[in-house]
């Protein structure tokens, strides 16, 4: 089975999930420029194709090779990010269903606006399936396709899951992993550093300390730049507890990988990956309420075997369920229904 996946990026954190699928289909990956999105490509691409589409434009960006690449290609399976920021993708899909191509959509399909969901909503009825980041958005499509299948969007494979033991030791070590951005309302942990001297709070992240250079940091509040294997598994091995006050993402992920419990801010709206969070019982908090916030903390400190519960709960339901062996499989499916 030959697959063409066209992708809007394909960064370093995808790249164990391309080589896996690779090994179950001849794979073809096309995608745009990592660095123009401020991503990282992956040192080395291995088991696939990867063909790099050049676009003009910045919020609408438009490339016109699709067409000429699949008559390259001659493909068994497309699969392509429905995007609207890729409008040539639409007339390629047209283009493609004329040819009686068989087209699948991917990705997390519904943004934060929802004025387009009907136009994404058509586009899936008339294709031949959709293979989505969660389940939550399998019920969003509602009965717009059959084949519509979710793979639990994650970056980690079974075996990166490592159980590692959470001890609190007087203060509770709260870990923040990620780039700051003003939508991760990172400024709330330093307020709540300020008026606590029963936690320890890391921020880590590329560029973290330039971020913060015009503030005024906590002494119980250090800095970090951007961590990845061993040295980020001594991050999560020191804490006791992840924190996101703002928008969320693959920070779920990483946080049951290392089997440690999360803190989310709950009146943000935040990527689909969140949704494992909420099915493993995750911590939900209103950081702008300061009461709610220390009442959080009093009971943790008090309830201290509860963070090693919600760790494990995290780490046992995403090692099951939200892993690339996972995506694979449910990609496999979705394709293998298509051309059935």
Partial sequence: MRVLLVLDVAPDYRELFLR????KCDL????????????KPPPERKGYTYIELEDKGFKIRWNFNLQKQIKQV???????NLNLRYPARIFDFFLSK??????????PIFGRS????PIKQLLIKFSHGAVVYTSDIVKKIDRAHSNAISFNNSQHSVNDFKEFPNIVRGKINCLFVGRPQPRKRLELLLEIAKSRNDIEIKLVGPQMADYFKDSQIPQNISLHPAAHGQKLAEHFKWSNLV????????LVMNAA??????????????????????????YFLDFEN??????FFDHVLNKREELQNKGRKLFNLGKQQYTVEYMVDAHIKAFENALS
Avoid: F, Y
Wanted: charged share 25%.
């Fill in 257 to 282: 990988t290392h089997c440690r419990p999360i803190v989310i801010g709950n009146n943000v709206q935040h990527a689909p990956e969140v949704e494992l969070a909420e099915k493993a019982d995750q």
């Fill in 290 to 295: 300061k009461t709610e916030v220390n009442d």
């Fill in 114 to 117: 929802q004025i387009l969901s």
């Fill in 98 to 107: 004329i040819r009686k191509k068989k087209w699948l959509w991917w990705g």
């Fill in 20 to 23: 896996k699928l690779s090994k």
């Fill in 74 to 80: 001659e493909p068994d399976i497309i699969c392509v």
């Fill in 243 to 250: 924190i996101n006050p703002g928008h969320v993402g693959l």
């Fill in 28 to 39: 073809i990956v096309l995608a745009h420029n990592c660095e123009k999105d401020n991503l």
